[in-house]
């Protein structure tokens, strides 16, 4: 790689956020797995992040602000063009077509508008910085146009996107009437990458079909006029060595107990998400319910956490998923409590990473049962968390990204209510041999596959795919 080549990252959201307090505007580090190997990747490099970190703020916050080892370049956009490019567009429209949730998708035109002038933004705060051998990396469906902006100007760096959630099947994502540009837009850059396999076909598909560009298999790629753009499935690892380390720390391990005795349940199992209706919450809710009614010896013995992560909640769609489940939470709690033990506890909040580690510690089962999600980060922390002990069972859904990796999983299909709750017969019946024997493969498969993998192979392959300037040396 040459000397030269800096690393700069653009995402929708920025590694800290301002936050207003009494002594005025403050950065806070967020927390967050994907920061934390980037930051990595930064340091090595040597770039910058390019974001929108919540309000208004300077022209940059240097390396230093919360600690960050490089600067943030923060992206100016207005409440009205966030509530329409960010809550609108993306949320509304792209998030629930790339999940295959057509009847829930708003495409507004004043959201495509303000969806264009974002990404104009995000494109003109790259160009600023941008030198000659760069490599730019474009993060999720936030940033769609963006590559294509920067090819439009003639950047001469390389410009790689990862698509962090499920690529939908033309079928689905041809409902879009702004697909030709959306697709357009990302091809303007010089490799793209998917979670999985089947996501890259649909992409490749949909290209095939909307633009009536060619496009080829072994190797995937795009055969544009006058040039190819690469495309391949490369899977998110998690910080694997923090998870397992947090595993088997003394202080976790305590808190774990504290938590085993307050819940007082001989088996825990344990939900983890953000308050989505991609992450099928409900769905196992009602499977969940299935199995006390069928197996009532259980009832006492067994205790369910879900946390639910506050997310998105001006938006009507979480607003009524939310209300829903907070009544199958109060019918389940009513219906099953018995000799004063309730099997469900239900924690809407975002808990400290180390409160976290404590629950993964704590679950002899995790339900990890989303209708869609790209990869979900969840089931791989769960397996690294409890991979010293050798023990713990994963329920998983067909539809996560992550059930191509972990396939020793209990899979599921999580809009089955009768299969959820046969994935749980199955995981409190498992004897100890076999939960075992599936951990250690889960967990092989995890550490190899971890986050350093994953921004090492992303950067190798970016910094060989852009023009010449850019792979030269
Ligand atoms: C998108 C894609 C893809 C959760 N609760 C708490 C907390 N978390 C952390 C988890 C995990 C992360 O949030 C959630 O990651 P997921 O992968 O499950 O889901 P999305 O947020 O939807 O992420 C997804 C991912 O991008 C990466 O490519 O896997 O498919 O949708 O890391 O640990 N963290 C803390 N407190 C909580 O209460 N501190």
Redesign the pocket.
């Known amino acids: 790689m040459p000397a030269a080549s800096r690393l700069i990252v653009v995402s929708n959201r920025a590694p800290v956020e301002m936050v207003r307090g009494p002594e005025g505007l403050r950065a806070v580090r967020t927390?967050?797995?994907?920061a934390g190997a980037l930051d990595d990747a930064l340091r090595a490099h040597g770039g910058l992040w390019i974001a929108w970190v919540g309000v208004e703020a300077g022209d940059e916050l240097p390396a230093g602000t919360a600690g960050l080892p490089y600067p943030i370049r923060p992206v100016r956009l207005k409440e009205r063009e966030v509530n329409n490019y960010y809550a609108g567009f993306a949320n509304q429209g792209l998030w629930p077509l790339c999940h295959a949730f057509p009847s829930r998708c708003r495409f507004q035109a004043n959201y495509w508008a303000a969806y264009r002038h974002a990404n104009e933004r995000f494109a003109a705060a790259v160009q600023a910085v941008v030198r000659p051998r760069d490599l730019v990396w474009l993060h999720?469906f936030h940033l769609c146009l963006v590559p294509g902006l920067l090819r439009a100007a003639g950047v001469p760096a390389s410009v790689g996107v990862?698509w962090?959630?499920?690529f939908p099947p033309p079928t689905v994502f041809g409902i879009c009437r702004w697909r030709a540009e959306l697709l357009s837009g990302l091809l303007g850059a010089d490799l793209i990458a998917f979670?999985t396999e089947p996501d890259v076909r649909n992409f490749l598909e949909s290209v095939r079909q909307f633009l009536g560009v060619p496009v080829s298999d072994a190797p995937a790629r795009v055969r544009l006029p006058e040039r190819e753009v690469g495309v391949f499935a490369h899977p998110?690892g998690?910080d694997y060595e923090t998870f397992r380390a947090h595993g088997s720390d003394a202080t976790v391990q305590t808190k774990a107990a504290r938590l085993r005795t307050t819940l007082g349940a001989e088996v825990v199992m344990l939900g983890?998400?953000?308050l989505?209706y991609?992450?099928g919450i409900l769905e196992r809710l009602r499977g969940y319910e299935r199995f006390l009614e069928r197996r009532p010896e259980w009832r006492r013995r067994v205790c369910l956490v879900q946390?639910a992560?506050p997310?998105r909640d001006r938006l009507p769609d979480y607003r009524d998923m939310k209300r829903s489940i907070d009544e199958a939470v109060g019918r389940i709690v009513g219906r099953f409590t018995s000799e004063g033990h309730p099997p469900l506890q239900y924690?809407y909040?975002?808990?400290?990473?180390e409160?976290?580690a404590a629950y993964y510690a704590a679950a002899d089962i995790a339900l990890?049962t989303?209708l869609r999600?790209?990869?979900?980060?969840?089931?791989k922390?769960y397996v690294a968390s409890r991979a010293a002990r050798e023990d713990g069972v994963l329920v998983l859904s067909e539809f996560?990204?992550?059930a191509r990796e972990l396939r020793e999983a209990v899979i599921v299909n999580p809009y089955d209510v009768e299969a959820i709750c046969r994935g749980l017969d199955i995981a409190v019946d498992m004897p100890p041999d076999e939960r075992r024997r599936r951990m250690r493969a889960l967990d092989r498969r995890v550490a190899t596959r971890d986050l350093a993998w994953w921004t090492r192979i992303f950067l190798a392959r970016l910094a060989a795919a852009g023009p010449p300037a850019a792979s030269a040396a």
């Not at 927390?31 to 994907?34: F, T």
């Not at 999600?373 to 089931?379: I, K, P, Q």
């Open positions: 927390v967050g797995g994907l999720d990862f962090h959630i499920p979670q998110i998690i983890v998400d953000r989505d991609t992450k946390v992560v997310s924690v909040t975002a808990l400290a990473r409160q976290l990890v989303p999600d790209g990869m979900n980060l969840v089931a922390e996560a990204g992550a």
